[in-house]
């Protein structure tokens, strides 16, 4: 499957933005969906995701209440909708066919989008 992820861009701390990830080469409907970031000197980290057969959500503390993962299957995009950014939400936002526990290996990864929230 191949991802293409969009959507950023630079926002005020409060401020939202929505993000999409566009699946084409096959559909998506029950791979573990997820979206993950890297701020500038840190490590890649898991932010939202789907489960195994695309139903139950999980996302990491720190955007927990925050940030909501959605999915459109007919159109085979799933959506991360963040709102009340924070400064230290600033980093590439990539999406990947991958859970919480099993994205390290991963090498597929796109561009990503940009997501810069100033103070």
């Known amino acids: 499957v191949q991802l293409q992820a969009s959507g950023g861009g630079l926002v005020q701390t409060g401020g939202s933005l929505r993000l999409s990830c566009k699946a084409s080469?096959?559909?998506?409907?029950?791979?573990?969906m997820g979206w993950f970031r890297q701020a500038p000197g840190k490590e890649r980290e898991f932010v939202a995701g789907f489960t195994w057969g695309g139903v139950s959500t999980v996302y990491a503390d720190s955007v927990k209440g925050r940030f909501t993962i959605s999915r459109d299957n007919a159109k085979n995009t799933m959506y991360l909708q963040m709102n009340s950014l924070k400064p230290e939400d600033t980093a590439i936002y990539y999406c990947?066919?991958?859970?919480?526990?099993?994205?390290?290996?991963?090498?597929?990864w796109g561009p990503g989008t940009q997501v810069t929230v100033s103070s």
């Open positions: 080469g096959r559909t998506f409907s029950s791979l573990p």
């Open positions: 990947a066919p991958k859970g919480r526990y099993d994205y390290t290996d991963y090498d597929n």
